[in-house]
């Protein structure tokens, strides 16, 4: 059975469309960039872009092939020495000068963000880009000081790395990669997502702007194989990738005994805590913001949540309110709540979920479908009831909108089932108990546990899980660990 | 007539009992003369599958006691082996090629490095650890975690200061450990489950196997169970063995690049930066308001 909500209007009142403008040029071939320039592809293959809630052709990209690869890689290769070997505060000010860039040019990194990918410019214009400028702000800093961030040794540079990022935050991704390898005197070959390379491309932009030397960070693009051809060069000291756990599980393997070292951030189940002594309001809003933003394209995305089983009725109430209140549609628009589903595929995949939680049993609360574009790609956010810990809503990563609601009794309960999952990523607790919000996070298989809060990100703090999620952390202190070589370990 | 000696029956350590292998199997060592100098276990898959079982056990408890404690533990272990070191010297020596002053400084070496382990229980935290200035009202610090089952595949020289390093880092963090001793001088492992069980450490937090180390490789890599692997002068196939295992659960695997005189530098054998890479860092936000 499906339970459908009917949209809720402020005062009877509709907003209007507020679109923000697309005038921004966009380069209709799109070349790779290495050594410091834009180039062809070698392998004379390209690729086409579209913006996902249009379904409209954007540009073409190159389609970087294996002697497209093997030039970026030589190219970081023969730039490595020589940024190791500028001062740390030197190669600082480089990563200062990219941040302010960045800061500059944001309107535009965020219109192109959301048309390429599809999310709700206030969220690409909030969200994404100021932290993508932290980011590299924050890592530019680290530059001449790395030996205080482990004592008693010293720290050298890994080399060139090889860095594979995903669709679901392009440029936070690429900026979380790049930045804090250059910093560490790295030089880095950055492959983005097939779906997502324009905001990618038009980082190195910037790197030109800036004058950062040649060779230093280069990009290039492609699917699948490219990434591969990336990851298997025998002159990358380095990979670091950011996806799905499955492919994450097929580069460990791949790197088995080369001596490259690895980081991965990869998949996610992440349970949502909620004692019945939480402030229910603002935890509803931590649930939402838990597995809607971003239409759910996120690793770390709430997407199981576990009620105390006194406060369901209450919570579904709520909750059921607050879907009805969300604004699917044109992500340009700046009250757009959920965007367009990145693409075909993926919009096929959660429809698969959904169906499958269906067909196991459990019952379906869906806001009302027609304001949905007629093109693009759109998934009405949603939630399941009566969901059992078997159901495969409630085991596997779904990425995309969608809820898996569950109960427990104890504290213990709860935890328990939050742990059983080979995932490990993130967790939320939303109690006003302080002493039990600390034994829950400690207690807790995660990464990162927001307490009283969900979905929150800063350069300061760093990211990454426990179990299948991956190994190494991104963001703070903790960040620079996988981009330095210690002695003695 | 001169008096029959009582030799000692060498066993497995698990669960904190000294069992003989399921398998009945015994390994022959030979002395560096090359006379038979002992019969140690020949340890099996299921013997590293029970002692998993044993480690995984202990780990709520020893994750969960303070480090103080922990750290006296591991203090008492070094105080046991002090001791007992001219036993363990003359273990060392039995079948590694060394003197009675290097498998003396052998086994100094190892309480050193225990007594250096002890003292990191309660200050890894501070040390790996911070609290991070966010952009928001939110209090925001990182600190690290246990992992739980570490395997250590402890080097074939030097013997026992080899397996106590690879012991000392992940079992100071918290972690158990599960441990194939050296192939080929596997006497100083086979006695040392005796300093644990004198030492209060809880049964099952560290196991002690002896037998063939390629043998359960591959099983060690692949069980699920295990969350962590530490080893130190693998050979490149037996890498990609372990790494390749390692994959499907996702083990963090570290080789350790001592060697040499490094073992017996305890400021690089007992860094917080070879224990740093069994714990898994988890950062806590809260929100601060009125």
């Known amino acids: 059975m499906t339970i459908t909500t009917q949209p809720e209007t402020v005062g009877g009142w509709d907003y209007s469309p507020a679109p923000d403008n697309t005038k921004i040029t966009i380069e209709q071939k799109n070349k790779l960039f290495i050594g410091g320039k834009f180039v062809s592809p070698k392998s004379r293959s390209w690729f086409a872009t579209i913006n996902p809630a249009t ?29 190791s070997r500028l001062s740390g505060t030197e190669r600082a000010k480089y990563l200062y000068r990219i941040a302010r860039r960045i800061q500059e040019r944001a309107r535009e990194f965020a219109i192109l963000e959301t048309m390429d990918g599809g999310k709700p410019i206030k969220e690409s214009r909030d969200v994404d880009i100021p932290l ?60 983005p997502a097939e779906t997502t390379s324009l905001t990618a491309l038009r980082l190195a932009e910037v790197f030109q702007e800036v004058g950062l030397p040649d060779g230093v960070a280069n990009i290039v693009t492609g699917a699948g194989d490219t990434g591969r051809f990336l990851a298997e060069h025998k002159l990358v000291n380095k990979v670091a990738f950011t996806g799905s756990t499955e492919v994450g599980k097929l580069l460990m393997r791949e790197t088995a005994g080369t001596g490259k070292k690895l980081t991965l951030e990869l998949g996610g189940k992440s349970a949502n805590i909620i004692f019945a002594d939480a ?23 709430g997407s199981r949540l576990f009620v105390e089983e006194s406060i369901l009725e209450e919570v579904i109430h709520k909750l059921t309110q607050r879907l009805g209140s969300l604004r699917v549609g044109d992500p340009l628009d700046k009250n757009t709540d959920l965007g367009a589903i990145n693409s075909l595929s993926q919009l096929e995949t959660v429809e698969r979920y959904i169906t499958s939680g269906i067909q196991e049993g459990a019952q379906l609360h869906r806001a009302n479908e027609q304001r949905l574009p007629s093109k693009g790609y759109w998934c009405n956010p949603c939630f399941f009831t009566d969901v059992q810990p078997s159901h495969t809503i409630a085991r596997e990563e779904i990425f995309g909108p969608v809820l898996s609601v569950m109960t427990f009794r104890t504290p213990e309960e709860a935890i328990a089932r939050a742990n059983n999952s080979p995932y490990g990523l993130a967790a939320g607790v939303w109690t006003d108990k302080g002493s039990k919000i600390f034994e829950v996070a400690k207690q807790l298989d995660a990464g990162i546990i927001w307490c009283n809060t969900y979905n929150k990100f800063d350069a300061a703090s760093p990211f990454g899980g426990f179990k299948e999620s991956g190994f190494g952390r991104e963001g703070g202190m903790q960040g620079l660990r996988p981009y330095v070589r210690l002695g003695g370990v | 007539m001169s008096r029959l000696t009582v030799a000692k029956t060498y066993k497995l350590y698990i669960g904190g009992k000294f069992s003989r292998t399921e398998s009945g199997r015994s390994i022959a060592i030979e002395d560096v003369k090359g006379n038979i100098s002992a019969h140690i276990c020949h340890g099996s898959r299921k013997d590293f599958r029970e002692a998993v079982e044993s480690a995984t056990k202990a780990f709520d408890s020893w994750s969960d006691i303070t480090g103080y404690l922990r750290g006296q533990i ?41 007594v250096r382990f002890a003292g990191w229980t309660d200050k890894l935290q501070q040390v790996l650890g911070c609290a991070n200035l966010v952009a928001g009202n939110y209090y925001n610090f990182t600190v690290p975690q246990p992992q739980g089952v ?38 100083p ?25 390629s043998e359960l490789l591959e099983h060690v890599a692949s069980h699920r169970q295990v969350a962590g692997i530490y080893s130190a002068a693998l050979r490149k196939k037996d890498r990609i063995v372990v790494e390749q295992g390692a994959a499907d659960s996702m083990k963090r695997v570290r080789f350790s690049s001592l060697e040499n005189d490094d073992w017996y530098d305890g400021s690089i054998a007992a860094s917080p930066w070879n224990i740093e890479p069994f714990v898994e860092m988890k950062t806590i936000w809260h929100p601060s308001a009125c």
């Not at chain 1, 530059?143 to 205080?148: F, M, N, R």
């Not at chain 1, 597995?291 to 995305?301: E, K, L, P, R, S």
């Not at chain 2, 498998?103 to 050193?112: G, H, R």
Request: aromatic fraction near 8%.
């Open chain 2, 189 to 213: 492992t086979a006695i040392f489950g005796e300093v644990c069980q004198t030492s209060d450490v809880p049964a099952g937090v560290i196991n002690l196997l002896t037998g063939s180390q």
């Open chain 2, 150 to 187: 570490v395997a250590v595949i402890a080097p074939k020289i030097p013997s026992l200061l080899g397996l106590i390093t690879l012991i000392g880092a992940p079992l100071c963090a918290g972690n158990t450990i599960v441990a194939l001793g050296s192939d080929t001088n596997p006497i």
């Open chain 1, 55 to 83: 379904e409209e052709k954007l540009a073409d990209i190159a389609c970087a092939g294996r002697a497209d690869i093997d030039a970026a890689v030589r190219s970081a290769k023969s730039a490595q020495p020589k940024w």
């Open chain 1, 279 to 301: 402030a229910i309001d603002q935890a509803v809003e931590g649930i939402i913001s838990g597995i809607y933003f971003n239409q759910g394209h996120v690793c770390c995305a």
């Open chain 2, 74 to 114: 591991l203090y008492r272990m070094a105080e046991m082996l002090e001791g007992r070191r001219e036993e363990f010297a003359s273990a060392i020596q039995t079948t590694q090629n060394s003197t009675a002053a290097s498998a003396n400084k052998e086994v100094d070496a190892s309480v050193d490095c225990l």
């Open chain 1, 132 to 191: 993508v400028a932290q980011h590299f702000f924050y890592y530019a800093g680290w530059a001449d000081k790395l030996a205080y961030a482990f004592p008693g040794s010293e720290p050298s540079p890994v080399g060139v790395c090889a860095q594979i990022i995903p669709w679901n935050f392009p440029l936070l991704m690429a900026a979380w990669k790049i930045a804090p390898a250059l910093a560490c005197g790295n030089t880095s070959v950055l492959k």
